[in-house]
């Protein structure tokens, strides 16, 4: 049986060290799980339930090929953050067999237009056009949790041009990862092959084309893309 319409290319990362691809299904995205950004961007950090958001596969962008500066907002912001990669699925996950459904763990970035993000806040709307916009998801290349095991601690951050904009320890995440997959897995039967952005810490800011941006998590990798 054939297709009406033309297919496309499956969303996935490069595997470290290895010529494989991992297939990208879903991108979850974690609000606000580092206490200092909450409170950044005007939030009391709390043990409240955490929200999440989400991206298409196919706003991931390798690390090759850079960040193109998005149309329609003139306030773009960078975000590091630790991603996490499930080789298992699951549907209402405790958090003490979460680490099962981790195939391994990258370094992404989730991109905002903090500008239409912040119209839509205020109008009660959806998020969609300020963070699931195209190649709004740059990651690096996965690191199996087979050789690195499972980072609960770590420096993560990000420079723009060399400056240092964003740092924080990974044991700074108001949600750990599992009690993140425990949560997520009641609201969505996860699948082999979603993805899950686990939240940046503060210093959010603004980058512009030209700009060259370092991001960096201990004990999982460092990706450079620059803004094109």
């Known amino acids: 049986?054939?297709?009406?319409?033309?297919?496309?290319?499956?969303?996935?990362?490069?595997?470290?060290?290895?010529?494989?691809?991992?297939?990208?299904?879903r991108i979850f995205c974690v609000g606000?799980?580092?206490?200092?950004?909450?409170?950044?961007?005007?939030?009391?950090?709390?043990?409240?339930?955490?929200?999440?958001?989400?991206?298409?596969a196919d706003a991931l962008r390798s690390e090759a090929e850079g960040f193109p500066y998005p149309t329609q907002s003139e306030n773009v912001h960078h975000e590091v953050e630790l991603v996490v990669a499930l080789g298992k699925?699951?549907?209402?996950?405790?958090?003490?067999?979460?680490?099962?459904?981790i195939y391994g763990y990258a370094v992404g970035?989730?991109?905002?237009?903090?500008?239409?993000?912040?119209?839509?806040?205020?109008?009660?709307?959806?998020?969609?056009?300020?963070?699931?916009?195209?190649?709004?998801?740059?990651?690096?290349?996965?690191?199996?949790?087979a050789r690195i095991g499972h980072p609960k601690s770590g420096r993560i951050s990000l420079t723009v041009n060399g400056e240092a904009r964003q740092?924080?320890?990974l044991s700074e995440?108001?949600?750990?990862?599992?009690e993140?997959?425990?949560?997520?897995?009641a609201l969505f039967e996860l699948k082999p092959g979603d993805l899950i952005f686990t939240?940046?810490?503060?210093?959010?800011?603004p980058v512009v084309p030209g700009d060259v941006m370092v991001a960096t998590v201990e004990g999982v990798g460092e990706i450079t893309v620059k803004v094109s």
């Open 109 to 145: 970035l989730d991109m905002t237009r903090r500008d239409l993000q912040g119209a839509m806040k205020k109008a009660g709307r959806p998020w969609e056009a300020g963070k699931a916009f195209d190649a709004s998801a740059p990651c690096g290349e996965l690191q199996p949790a």
């Open 32 to 56: 606000r799980n580092y206490a200092e950004h909450a409170r950044e961007m005007g939030f009391d950090p709390d043990r409240e339930p955490p929200f999440f958001f989400m991206k298409p």
């Open 167 to 169: 740092t924080g320890d």
């Open 1 to 25: 049986m054939g297709t009406v319409i033309a297919t496309w290319e499956q969303p996935s990362l490069a595997v470290a060290d290895s010529g494989d691809r991992f297939p990208v299904r």
């Open 180 to 185: 993140t997959i425990e949560h997520l897995s």
């Open 173 to 178: 995440l108001i949600w750990s990862v599992p």
């Open 199 to 205: 939240g940046t810490p503060a210093g959010v800011g």
């Open 89 to 101: 699925g699951g549907k209402e996950v405790a958090k003490d067999r979460a680490l099962d459904l």
